[in-house]
């Protein structure tokens, strides 16, 4: 066995004092979990440190911590994982470990020196109330926004007999946010809550495209609506991709809202009052005609598409664009508006050369031939594998067939 040591982040609300580290020094198999080791250092060293678990298996998700600074499982990370992680954080060697004792010159057993190693560092779940030391309190933050979503099926007609009948084709469209342990992994490491904690979160968003992907839902509109329309919903995600990196189960909550997002857009055409489609139509505009983004640019076409927009800004224009004025004066004290070219709309440069027409072949190309599949992959169909296409300009090469699991 191998020694560790745990440094927990505690917090007891009866003593009145405020939050404190404490380490805990364990014996444990590589093989085994960082719950483990937590569960260890309450039976042999504290029986008041508070930890929630039940499965330990990773499926009841009950045991989500916060690993050296990552959101994650304690049952599924693995003690040797979690300390070679927080060797390379803290810039510490790794040595291997000693496993037997050598004999010394005096015929007794000298006990080998044990390198330096960092401690695991654990603590509560972030975005949360913490409860006690690394016990959350999910209801607020978690469990009330799951159910602001309307998690259930809203069908509609006649009820069945039995139960609603659906192809299982159909169905695959969801299975990867039917995933979900609900251990609020991605809520602790979204970065859009902690700025914002009225998002609804990454969490409550993927079991909504659970609902809205699901055939024998009847309020699909209404419920994209609803979530387009509300300035902490679908649009309030930044695109961080800390809770696809977070989520233990391959949920990718992200992706999961970027799909809300293009039903809401694309095939609903919601226009929200939050600037979301009309910003996204813009984005897109911009790069296939420059290749690169020009901000300044984006913010006048976000509000006020076109020339006619510009010469004719309606109210809510003008509100919008009054409003950026903030974000505007941040980018330019910050130097990322400091040059003319994106001071001043339009005069951004394009690429050089044939850069840009590639940029515009590859959007057609991709328009034409992108079919999305489950588990939220977009691939393209081929006969044979990294066949070649001919587009204008030259070839590209084409990615193999993608199917579903």
Request: aromatic share 4%; glycine share 8%; charged share 25%.
């Amino acid at each position: 066995m191998a020694e560790y040591t745990v440094k927990v982040r505690r917090f007891q609300p009866e003593s009145g004092a405020g939050a404190y580290w404490e380490e805990f020094d364990v014996e444990l198999e590589e093989s085994l979990s960082v719950l483990d080791a937590l569960l260890e250092a309450r039976s042999v060293h504290d029986g008041s440190l508070a930890v929630r678990c039940s499965c330990r298996a990773a499926i009841c998700g009950s045991c989500g911590v916060k690993i050296n600074g990552q959101s994650t499982l304690a049952c599924k990370t693995k003690i040797q994982d979690a300390q070679d992680q927080a060797n390379r954080a803290a810039g510490v060697p790794l040595p291997p470990r000693p496993e037997t004792n050598r004999a010394a010159p005096g015929g007794e057993a000298e006990e080998a020196a044990r390198p330096e190693f960092a401690p695991i560092v654990v603590e509560p779940m972030a975005n949360m109330p913490v409860i006690k030391d690394l016990v959350t309190d999910m209801e607020s933050t978690h469990w009330e926004k799951v159910r602001r979503v309307t998690p259930w099926l809203i069908p509609d007609g006649p009820e069945p007999e039995r139960e609603y009948i659906v192809p299982p084709e159909s169905m695959i469209d969801v299975t990867q946010s039917m995933a979900c342990i609900q251990c609020g992994a991605c809520v602790s490491a979204c970065l859009s809550m902690e700025a914002d904690p009225e998002f609804v979160g990454p969490a409550a968003l993927a079991k909504a495209y659970r609902f809205v992907g699901d055939p024998r839902d009847s309020q699909r509109r209404e419920r994209l609506y609803d979530l387009a329309q509300d300035p902490h919903g679908i649009y309030d995600c930044t695109h961080c991709f800390m809770c696809v990196d977070a989520c233990p189960k391959g949920v990718a909550p992200m992706d999961q809202i970027m799909r809300l997002r293009r039903l809401a857009a694309d095939e609903e055409e919601i226009e929200d009052l939050n600037n979301g489609r009309r910003h996204e139509a813009a984005f897109t505009k911009i790069i296939r005609r420059k290749g690169t983004l020009d901000e300044s640019l984006l913010l006048q076409e976000s509000y006020a598409a076109g020339l006619r927009g510009k010469l004719i800004p309606t109210r809510g224009a003008i509100v919008g664009l009054i409003g950026s004025i903030p974000t505007a004066i941040r980018g330019i004290r910050t130097g990322k508006m400091r040059s003319l070219s994106k001071l001043i709309p339009g005069a951004h440069p394009k690429l050089p050369g044939d850069a840009q027409g590639r940029v515009k072949r590859i959007y057609e190309h991709a328009e034409e031939h992108r079919t999305q599949l489950n588990l939220y992959v977009t691939g393209e169909e081929a006969e044979e594998e990294m066949a070649e296409v001919d587009v204008p300009g030259g070839t590209e090469p084409q990615a193999p067939q993608v199917t579903g699991t």
